[in-house]
Every structure is written in C-alpha cells, then in structure tokens.
C-alpha cells in the first residue's frame, strides 16, 4: 500500500512538469499544451460548463491547426460538435462538419506512416542479417512515404519520411547524402517548409555532425559541431552523444589538441555520473585511445592507462560495438611497452575473432587491419621489412571505404594513422 501511494504522488507531479524547457523538443510543448486544454475541456463539459470549455476548446484546434497535430485537431472538432449540438448553434456546428473528412483520411495516413516508422525502428535494431534483408523493404517504404508526404504535405509524413531516409542511408553507407538531407532540412525549416513547432532541430544537428564525421568532411564538421553544441543541454544524454561525434570528429581529423579539449569538458561535467554504463566505459576507451595516440595531453587530469588496459571493460561478443577496438589497443599496449609474450597471446586472440566474426565483405577493413597486425609480429618487429612488406595491404585498407552503420566496427582512431603510428613504435623500439 506505501508502494502504491508512493506512486500515485509521484504520478501526480507529472501534472506539473515545465514542458517549456527550451532544451525539451520544441514538439512536447505544443502537443502537451493542446491535450492539456482538451482535457480540461472534456472535464468542464461533464459539468455542464459549455462555454468556458468551448474557449478552450477554440484555442486547443487553434493551436493544432498551427502544429499539424491532426489528432488533436479531430478530437477538438468532435468535443465542439458536441457543445454546438447541445445548445443548438447549427452554424458553427456544419461549419466544423467540413473540416473533418481532409483530416481524417490525413491521420489514416499519419496512422500508416507512424506504423512503418515503428517497424523500420525495430528492424534496424536487430542482428546484422535481419537489417541486411530488410533493407530493400525499407528502401520501398521510403519511397512511399515520400509520394505521401508529397501529396499530403503533412509535418507528421515528412518527419516519418526524413527518419526513415536518413536510417537507409546510414545503413548502406551513403554518408555524403546524409549530408544532404540535413543541410536541406535546415534550409526548409529556416524558409518554414516544415513546421517549425514540431521539427527537431537539436536531432538534425546531432545527424550532421555523425555525417560529417562519416563521411570524412572533419574540418566542416568540426566547425559545425563548435557551433551546434551549445543547443544541447549539458545535463542530458543527448549532449554526451553529441559530444561522442564531435571527439571522434577530432580523433579523425588528426586534432589530438582539440580531442584533449572535449574529452577534458566531458569529464569535468557532474552528469557523466548519470550516463549509463555503457555510455561511461566508451568514454573510458575514447580516452585511452587518446592517451596512447597523444599522451602529453593529459597533464590536466590523471588517468592511469596502465590500470585501464588491465581491466578494460567487457563488451557484448555481438559483431558489432567495441570489441574490435579493444582488441587492438589492447595490442597497441604490448607493442609500445615491448612485452612480446603478451603480443603473441592477443595475436592468437585477434585470429580466433577474426575467424568467428569477421568472414563478411562488410568487414574488409578489420580484416585488412588484423593482416597488418599480425604481420608486425610474423616480422619480428622489424620495421624495415614489416613496412616493406605491409605495403601492399596498407594500400589495401587505404582503398577500401568504411562500411554502413548496419555493419560496422567503430574506429576511434583511423586504422590508416593507427598504422603509421605502429611503424613509428617500431622504429622508436629497435
């Protein structure tokens, strides 16, 4: 019983949640705030208050109308139909009836749209295999979507429309149209193409910067992340994933400086405690990497890489994620410290997952990777003839493009400086 009224107190205070946070997505305001006055409204007309409850009843159609919120259009209509019928004022009455059959076959399409987003969301959340075979499906999905929103002009198709494109490309790789498809999104927005009280401008951004990052246009999408960083709220989840690309977005372009500078905020910020764990230990490796690529640039905050490579976390054995990332720094460890019996045993390690999970093409440049590795050990550590002899796969690697999010392995540091790094420790070594 304490449990239960535990609970219906804090339900209550839901009543009373501020839903004009400006850091809370522009759409939650405006969607609450109508069912809010249609609620009252539904409630002062059981009292028989037909007058203060039509007011807000005009005001929650106003406001629906002008965010495209069709639900909330309908329900309004329907609520005012009553009251007119009540008190008989046929005028108003018909005038609503002609409102009602364009928004109800635009919410059958919305219904529709909403259902192929939700499958498409949980198809691409599946293994690997299952987002390979669905991927033709989503692409035909995408197109009709777009006929939809084309015919409609509906904010709720083109949001379905816009997500779902964007996770196809992804998926197959097409970061470059990424690009694209947010810079015309914000374009649209800006000329109120879309409605500007429902689209979410905070995510837009969030996708260009990982396109960019993608798509290997680090010195604009740095420059785009400086400026977009400030719309997200540092207490929340969102800032921290935005932060994710904006460091690998300098691991990628080389600015170990401004890595060292992000990483530093991103640590000094009290919420890291509030992340999920995974979310903490990526950043325990973001910082590794960075560590062992740029060690000088710790002198801010201590950080025991020693004790980190001993009990690096555990990650799901899945294809996809951290472990190839691990895997590798973990070898990079034993190779700078020159400790040759623990390099040989992450040798046999990396063979057995390269063997268990890297067979596919999507693979090639873990693969590619992994060959060079164990090359390095193969060659005695010899950085004459294991240079002359990786060129042929490092050119290899170099010529091969990262595959699609639906398969791919992170790269915290690209495996081409990776590389090069690993020459020099060779050299620096003998």
């Known amino acids: 019983m304490t ?51 039509e007011k807000l009843l005009r005001k929650s159609l106003k406001l629906a109308l002008d965010s495209e919120l069709t639900a909330s259009v309908l329900n309004s209509i329907q609520l005012l139909q009553f009251i007119y019928s009540q008190t008989g004022n046929a005028v108003r009455f018909k005038a609503l009836v002609k409102l009602i059959p364009g928004h109800q076959e635009l919410l059958q399409k919305e219904l529709e749209a909403e259902s192929i987003y939700n499958t498409a969301k949980l198809e691409i959340n599946r293994s690997v295999s299952a987002k390979k075979k669905y991927l033709p499906t989503l692409l035909d999905n995408i197109q009709y979507l777009k006929e939809l929103w084309g015919k409609y002009k509906s904010f709720g198709l083109f949001e379905a429309y816009y997500k779902t494109n964007i996770w196809y490309q992804e998926l197959t790789n097409n970061f470059t149209d990424i690009v694209k498809i947010t810079s015309e999104a914000e374009r649209m927005l800006q000329n109120k193409k879309i409605n500007p009280k429902r689209f979410d401008d905070r995510y837009n951004k969030y996708i260009n910067v990982y396109a960019h990052l993608r798509d290997k246009q680090f010195t604009q999408g740095l420059a785009f992340a400086a400026k977009a960083v400030d719309s997200f709220n540092r207490s929340s989840n969102n800032w921290f994933a935005f932060m994710e690309n904006y460091f690998l977005l300098a691991m990628h372009a080389g600015n170990y400086n401004e890595a060292t500078k992000l990483i530093e905020e991103v640590y000094n910020n009290l919420f890291i405690q509030k992340i999920t764990r995974a979310a903490q230990e990526r950043w325990q490796l973001y910082r590794a990497y960075l560590y062992f690529i740029f060690p000088d640039g710790h002198s801010k905050r201590q950080f025991s890489y020693q004790s980190f490579i001993m009990a690096v976390p555990e990650y799901s054995k899945d294809k996809q994620g951290f472990n190839v990332a691990i895997l590798i720094l973990q070898y990079l460890h034993y190779l700078k410290s020159k400790e040759v019996e623990a390099l040989l045993y992450r040798i046999e390690s990396l063979k057995k997952y390269s063997g268990r999970h890297l067979k596919d093409t999507f693979s090639l440049r873990t693969q590619y990777f992994f060959k060079l590795l164990m090359l390095v050990v193969k060659e005695d550590l010899d950085p004459t003839r294991v240079r002359r002899k990786g060129r042929a796969l490092a050119d290899k690697l170099a010529d091969t493009p990262a595959p699609g999010d639906a398969y791919a392995e992170i790269e915290i540091i690209p495996y081409e400086a990776l590389w090069e790094q690993i020459l020099r420790i060779l050299q620096e070594n003998k």
């Open 3 to 53: 449990r239960a009224r535990l609970r219906r107190k804090l339900l209550n205070h839901l009543h009373f949640l501020n839903f004009n946070d400006p850091f809370l997505k522009i759409s939650y305001r405006h969607e609450q705030e109508c069912l809010n006055l249609i609620y009252e409204a539904h409630i002062l007309i059981r009292e028989g208050e037909y007058q203060i409850s």
